[in-house]
C-alpha cells in the first residue's frame, strides 16, 4: 500500500492507503491523532500554501544579531586596554557565528504545505525536498481511489433497483470521478438488463 511520512520537529504526518479509505495518523504540537478517511471523501482540489517567518521570530533574530554585534564591538573597544580582548572577540564570534547562520537559515526559511480540499483537508509539506514524494503519492492515491469506486459502484447487483444503481454511477461521472468510456460501458450494460428485465 503506498504510504507517506513526513516530519518537522516532533511533528509528524502519516497517510496510507488501505482498501476502502486513507488511515491518517498525525502528531502536532504534542496532540496525536490517528483515524480513517473514506475515498468518498477525497478530493483533488488542490491549494499550496506558503508561511514565512513570523514578526517575533523576525525581531528575536535581529536582537540576537544586534547583541552579537554590541558583545564584539565593546570587545574591540576593550582591546585598547588589554591584547587579550582582541582574540576574545574573535574566537566569540567565530563559535557564535556558524549557529547563528543555522538558526537564521531555519527561521527565514519559506515553509509551503499541499492541500487537498475535500470533504476532510489532506495537508502535506510541500518544501523543495518533498514535492517529488508528495506528487507520487497524491498520484497513487488517486489510482487507490478509482479503483476502489470501480469496485464498489461499477458492478451491477441484480439484485438491487438498476435506477438507483444507475443514479450512484451518474453521480460518479458527473462529479468525474470515472472516464466517459467506463460510463459508456456501464450504460450499454444498464441498458442490456433493462431490456432483459423488460423495463
Not at 478517511?37 to 514578526?55: A, H, M, N
Not at 502535506?124 to 497513487?140: C, I, L, P, S, T
Not at 451491477?156 to 462529479?175: F, G, H, M, T
Amino acid at each position: 500500500m503506498p504510504r507517506i511520512h513526513q516530519s518537522r520537529g516532533n511533528d509528524f504526518r502519516t497517510y496510507e492507503t488501505a482498501g476502502d479509505g486513507l488511515v491518517a495518523e498525525y502528531q502536532l504540537e504534542g496532540s496525536y491523532r490517528s483515524y480513517r478517511i473514506p475515498y468518498e471523501s477525497i478530493d483533488f482540489d488542490e491549494i499550496v500554501t506558503g508561511s514565512g517567518p513570523t514578526r517575533s521570530q523576525l525581531l528575536t533574530l535581529a536582537s540576537v544579531v544586534a547583541n552579537l554585534l554590541l558583545a564584539l564591538a565593546i570587545g574591540l573597544l576593550l582591546a585598547e586596554f588589554a591584547a587579550w580582548a582582541v582574540w576574545a572577540a574573535v574566537v566569540f564570534a567565530g563559535l557564535c557565528v556558524l549557529p547563528l547562520l543555522y538558526w537564521a537559515r531555519k527561521v527565514l526559511r519559506q515553509r509551503k504545505t499541499k492541500i487537498l480540499e475535500g470533504s476532510e483537508d489532506l495537508e502535506f509539506y510541500y518544501d523543495a525536498d518533498e514535492r517529488d514524494a508528495v506528487d507520487d503519492f497524491v498520484g497513487e492515491l488517486k489510482k487507490a481511489k478509482t479503483g476502489y469506486l470501480h469496485r464498489k459502484y461499477l458492478k451491477i447487483d441484480r439484485l438491487l433497483p438498476l435506477e438507483e444503481q444507475k443514479a450512484s454511477v451518474d453521480w460518479l461521472y458527473q462529479n468525474q470521478q470515472i472516464e466517459r468510456r467506463i460510463y459508456q460501458v456501464y450504460l450499454e450494460e444498464y441498458e442490456h438488463l433493462k431490456l432483459l428485465r423488460g423495463n
